[in-house]
């Protein structure tokens, strides 16, 4: 396992989050950061553009649609369903009931990547049977609903600090992904789930909200951009519901990885000029190169 390490550093937006962990991974000739972390603030509220119009985004699916991947915004929606929270008008009830109700339709999408489940479904629904919707027979705790919602405990939680003026404890806002019940395997490939968990913390001088998320691993080419994109949202969403912004988001990750890379060629080259545009690098200053060279 490679020891290289990627660090925390500040980046003022997603693009440019990814865009710096790009360039660095492509540097080592394994392709791999151990332990990998970033973290994307602003304290006026994180600014998460539409990404179908960005030309990162738009470079970047390219490669993924020609390497046989899921997009970026297909990626994101297993972390927040941003489609079906605008159709829900803001009612977030009504988001939780509908995205219950697409439990079936969720894993046939796909069947081998969906196969423990959506992420948003272990959030808002841990202890349900994703195929069926029937109970896997947990006992929750008191603060906890039957159906094991955790984002709405952490929402209600975050609400009565901004009302009071005052933190409720930190380690009660966070949400379980990872079942070891259900996810530890012998398996030589498991599909789900490289996130384990997610945490919150309020600061209520500032009216803000950090989301904090910890990976196990994660593929910074075929995931990464997806993945903290999703969970902007999803941070997006809880700071909302509790009259708040998200103004930090931070990743963790034990293993950073891109083994797979995408394949050389015009795709690629036009996705290294627009992530050299983005870290602020000169298009020339450095010859482009297969990923797999």
Not at 258 to 281: C, F, Q, T
């Amino acid at each position: 396992m490679s020891s290289t390490a990627f660090t925390p550093r500040q980046e003022p937006s997603l693009p440019s989050a990814w865009a710096h962990a790009y360039l660095e991974m492509r540097r080592h000739p394994h392709r791999e950061m151990s332990p990998f972390a970033v973290t994307v603030e602003a304290p006026a509220g994180l600014s998460l553009a539409a990404t179908l119009a960005d030309p990162l985004v738009q470079a970047l699916d390219a490669c993924l649609d020609q390497d046989g991947h899921q997009t970026v915004e297909k990626v994101a929606f297993t972390i927040f369903p941003e489609r079906t929270w605008l159709l829900c008008g803001g009612e977030r009830h009504e988001l939780y009931r509908e995205s219950m109700r697409n439990l079936r339709t969720f894993a046939t999408w796909e069947p081998r990547k969906n196969l423990g489940a959506m992420y948003f479904v272990r959030l808002i629904g841990f202890g349900i049977d994703h195929k069926t919707g029937e109970s896997l027979g947990y006992e929750p705790t008191k603060a906890l609903a039957a159906d094991g919602n955790q984002l709405e405990h952490i929402i209600r939680q975050c609400g009565k600090s901004v009302e009071r003026g005052r933190k409720v404890p930190r380690m009660q806002l966070q949400a379980a992904v990872f079942d070891p019940f259900r996810d530890l395997t012998t398996s030589g490939q498991p599909s789900f789930p490289c996130l384990q968990h997610v945490a919150f913390d309020p600061d209520l001088e500032a009216g803000g909200l950090a989301l904090t998320a910890f990976y196990a691993t994660q593929q910074l080419y075929v995931k990464g951009y997806g993945n903290w994109l999703g969970l902007c949202r999803l941070g997006a969403f809880v700071a909302g519901q509790a009259s708040l912004k998200l103004t930090r988001f931070t990743c963790f990750v034990g293993v950073e990885k891109m083994d797979k890379a995408p394949k050389s060629g015009a795709l690629h080259n036009e996705l290294l000029r627009r992530v050299r545009e983005i870290a602020g690098l000169a298009p020339a200053a450095e010859r482009v190169v297969a990923a797999h060279a």
